[in-house]
């Protein structure tokens, strides 16, 4: 499964990001609307799910190609689910190093540690849905190399939304929910630290770093207002 996608918010701007995850990027479709505890990502997704066709091209570029097209209920039923992964990954994600309470707690952040982050409870209901997609057959896995292919060209709908909500069980498996004490492990489910950003990726470098959704967009902004920062101090 590949990840990344080129992304817009509701303002109109686009560049690339990968969110490390294919349920991350799935909800990063425009998963993040309802927010009653405004948590989510401060940047506005627009919608790229606008449409069945849409979803087809969405879960064919990032799985594999869709046998028989999404209908209008399939394209709402997807967006429950990318609706709950989003929900579920907020509540997961460590609030960023800048918008912490505490002088304490936005080092541990800053260090890439498990504490003091601030997580929220996940809504059983949400969980639910995840777990009614992940039950469905998924998508088969195959080696490539080989002279025949196994199984058939193109997939189901449901087994390529069940490969999207497999992952999302996996990842929030493995981070969890709860606030521990500092260990020295990475977080590795994190959110960008633009002050206007906040969007939520899976953090696969070595020591945990990362802190910007792109280098290339909230990153280079860093740099430049640092550098701006810099030069009016002097």
């Known amino acids: 499964m590949r990840t990344g996608q080129d992304i817009r918010t509701d303002a109109g701007s686009s560049w690339f990001f990968d969110a490390g995850r294919i349920a991350l990027d799935f909800a990063h479709t425009g998963g993040f609307a309802d927010d009653p505890d405004r948590r989510r990502p401060r940047g506005h997704l627009g919608e790229l799910l606008a449409t069945p066709a849409d979803l087809d091209e969405w879960l064919g570029l990032h799985t594999e190609p869709i046998d028989v097209g999404a209908t209008a209920r399939e394209l709402q039923d997807a967006r429950a689910l990318r609706a709950a992964i989003a929900r579920l990954a907020t509540a997961a994600a460590p609030a960023p190093a800048d918008s912490a309470d505490s002088a304490a707690e936005r080092t541990a952040v800053a260090s890439g540690l498990r504490a003091g982050t601030g997580r929220t409870r996940p809504v059983p ?23 025949r292919r196994a199984g058939a060209n193109r997939v189901r709908l449901a087994q390529a939304l069940s490969s999207v909500a497999r992952d999302a069980v996996a990842l929030l498996t493995e981070v969890g929910f709860d606030d521990v004490e500092a260990d020295g492990r990475p977080a590795r489910l994190s959110r960008c630290s633009a002050p206007d950003c906040g969007l939520v990726f899976y953090d696969s470098s070595r020591g945990g770093t990362r802190r910007w959704c792109s280098m290339q967009r909230c990153g280079n902004r860093a740099k430049v207002r640092a550098h701006r920062a810099r030069r009016a101090a002097v």
């Not at 209901?125 to 002279?147: E, H, K, M, Q, Y």
């Open 125 to 147: 209901d949400d969980i639910d849905t995840v777990n009614l997609f992940a039950a469905l057959p998924d998508v088969p896995p195959s080696l490539p190399g080989g002279r």
